[in-house]
């Protein structure tokens, strides 16, 4: 079902976040913003627990892993640990968000193919769940960490099952090529040696085959490889008793016919559940995408002889994905009107053509100070965000009902100077 437009959408020819007028929103806190709804976000938290409650209705719920990636605002990781999510880390920053928003280290998972030797250490302090191991080299430097902590490091080993899963090749992170995870080859003799060192307990293995990963069949064929493996690793001795079976799970930017929830949940029950281990999943896009979106005021109508050009405050540096994967969001004027339709190219200030949110856009007639809204920006939006030409970071606001919070406060160019030096012999 395309969910997207449930919580966004027109009330009194008004469009709003959930029963707010972004206009309002608008008015006060300014524009390029990102604006989150509360309820968007329960609404897919709740189908997605509800569709493996249903496929697994005799066995624990499986414990859901937030990844912070997608959206690592504290306050949004602070909500969805309220509807019940752990998280999926996958730096020492979002180590420290995590804490801040108060969730339970026991709940959290950290994956990353580049940990660091003050990271490792810091995940392990902290108690997380565990560590998803992504090589022997990383293995090592665990045990050898944990050794100077004199702590046990609970492990699973990222499994690379050889399977071709994202929606666009840069999130695609199955297939031996992708730098991510263990192969055929290595996971056994990892198990082996873990099993050998003092300061690691080996507890399962974790995979990820992708983001986005509206190929159906994808999901299924990954998990297909895990009863063998975990068979194998069995009957060699090994203990297999956490499976974390990663995020990927698609929404809709546009009209894209996408896995039925329902038959994901009854594959992780008839493929996954029999192995009877603890189920980990770690969503990111599929429990904020559709949450949020990025408000945007227009600048000017830029005509020329080929095309008009919609110049609006927000740029590639509010939100990269046009940019960076060819992305859509489908855009909608904020104000309804019935004015006829247009063809725009939809640009931000930056100073690069690249900074084109799309081209050849049907939208209303729209005029000068008049709101866009980018749609499905609650994942990897703001969080990928940047200061490209001294842009401050936009802000992020989180809708309840008909009212808002602040979640962050639009960046200063004082907050961007402080970080900034003039050493003395160049003042001189
Ligand atoms: N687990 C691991 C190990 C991951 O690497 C990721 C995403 C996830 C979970 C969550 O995946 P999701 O459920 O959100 O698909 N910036 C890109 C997406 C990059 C995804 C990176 N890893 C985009 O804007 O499309």
Known sequence: MNKMNQHFDFIDGQLCAENLPLSKIAAEVGTPAYIYSAAAMKSQYDSLAGALKQAMPDRDAPLLCYAAKANSNIAILAYLKSLGCGLEIVSEGELVRALEAGIDPKTIVSTGVGKQKSEIAAQLKAGIHQINVESIPELELINQIASELNLKADIVFR?????????????????????FGIGED??????????????????????????????????????????????????????????????????????????????????????????DTQIILEPGRYLV????????????????????????????????????????????AVQSTNRPWQTYDVVGPVCETGDTFTRGRELPELEQGELIAFKSAGAYGFAMASNYNTRPLPAEVLVNNNTYSIIRQRQSYQDILDQENIPDWIRK
């Open 159 to 179: 499994w690379n099952p050889n399977v071709k899963g994202g929606g666009h090749e840069k999130i695609t992170t199955g297939r031996t090529r992708d730098k």
């Open 186 to 275: 290595r996971i056994e003799e990892a198990y082996g040696l873990a099993e050998q060192m003092e300061n690691i307990t080996p507890r399962g293995l974790s995979m990820h085959i992708g983001s986005q990963v509206f190929t159906v069949e994808s999901f299924k064929q990954a998990f297909e490889t895990l009863p063998a493996l975990v068979q194998k690793l069995r009957a060699n001795g090994h203990t297999v008793e956490r499976l974390d079976i990663g995020g990927g799970f698609p929404i809709v930017y546009k009209d894209e016919k996408l896995l039925d929830l329902n038959a994901y949940a009854q594959w992780v029950a008839d493929i996954i559940a029999p192995l």
């Open 289 to 332: 995408g559709n949450a949020g979106v990025l408000l945007s005021e227009v600048l000017f109508v830029k005509k020329t002889d080929e095309r008009d050009f919609l110049v609006v405050d927000a740029g590639m540096n509010d939100l990269i994905r046009p940019a960076m994967y060819e992305a859509h969001h489908e855009i909608e």
